[in-house]
């Protein structure tokens, strides 16, 4: 009896020392140490955040040692109870003591199995709901960034003073921002960008760029129903292989700068005016005289061909006055800022007439070389006439003790 209980106490230590190392390595059945969370890993996570080899290893072993404590337990129990108290049993009731063990192992074995494939269930639940709650955080926060860069682009967009349109390759508006929809109206996104557009006339602004005819385009229209002057430039938005897919097309309101152009070159006419003054006067004051001896002349004339003669010539300096007048009339009055084709050899004419008052013209040859055939320019034709006056001035201004002016044009190419 000693003996055999002696055997019982080895059995108990070593049962009690399998425990004490499972509890050690945080046995499954005496559940995880106080300090690790369900997510202590010793590797770098795999899919879903799911850990790799060492802490499934580590699962595993805790698993096995519980069930192999367990079997020990049983089995060593039973041998100590046999040698105990069943040495002289009938061999019917070892028959069945040992059907029970096996039995009782197979019970064991089923409810370890079950128990450690919940274990690893729950486990990969626990892990894969925090790394959802992880992924989720991250998302909503990704979310809020996207929605503040797209709120700050958006308030930029619509922040912009010039006109901004997106337009794709049907020439339909697919974005604008605030000022294309006022001018627009309501309608202006997903319509035809030359329907709602008036300015654009029957072809939409960025017909050529969308086309790939060209890189880009610049180009000055009015709006009929507002009458405001719009700079419309057009960028292509080419697509991975090159091709434009959309066109930014940029409009920006130049009416004002338009308006303070015409009043600089209108005082500049005055200013070109005022340098002819002089001669204008020589060549109004010159015919006046004449006027005036015939008038005189004709109070005591009264032979019908000297009065004939007399008034041809008081109507040739009436037409000298009224062409000099008419000439300085047309140069000052503002005209219209429509661009026209215009002929070269016509303004060069009219401002070669404008700048003979000119008084310092008397001691200056005026040699012209500019062939009627020459191709016509598209501009203001009155803008080309101011170029040329000032440009004949300067020269006048550049020769004070006289000498040749040369003026020339002929075909660039």
Known sequence: MAHDARQIREHLSALRSLVTTGARIRLPLLGPAPDSGPLERTSRPGM????????????????????????????????????????????????????????????????????????????YERVLNENIRSLETEVHARTLELEESQAFLEHLFDSLRDRVLVIDRQGRVVKANRVARESGGPDLVGNVCAKVMKECGERCCAHAVM???????????????????????????????????????????VTEERELEAQMRHQEKMASLGVLAAGIAHDIGNPLASLSSELELLDYERDPRVMHDSLGVLRTHVDRIARTLREMVDFARRRGEESTEVSIANAVDDSLRLVRHDRRMRDVTLVTDVPRDLPPVHMVEDHLVLVLVNLVLNALDAMPAGGTLEVRAKRDG
Do not use: C
């Open 211 to 253: 086309r790939g005819e060209r890189d880009d385009a610049h180009a000055i229209r009015n709006d009929p129903r507002t009458g405001r002057i719009w700079a419309i430039d057009t960028y292509p938005m080419h697509d991975a292989e090159g091709q434009p897919q959309l066109v930014l097309e940029v409009g920006r309101d």
């Open 48 to 123: 879903l955040g799911v850990p790799r080899a060492p802490a499934w290893r580590r699962l595993w072993l805790q698993t096995a040692l519980t069930g192999t404590a367990i079997l020990l337990a049983i089995f060593g129990g039973y041998e100590v109870v046999e040698r105990t108290f069943l040495a002289d049993a009938p061999a019917s009731v070892t028959y069945v003591l040992h059907m029970a063990r096996g039995m009782g192992a197979s019970v064991v074995l089923g409810t370890w199995g079950f128990f450690l494939a919940m274990r690893t269930r729950r486990f």
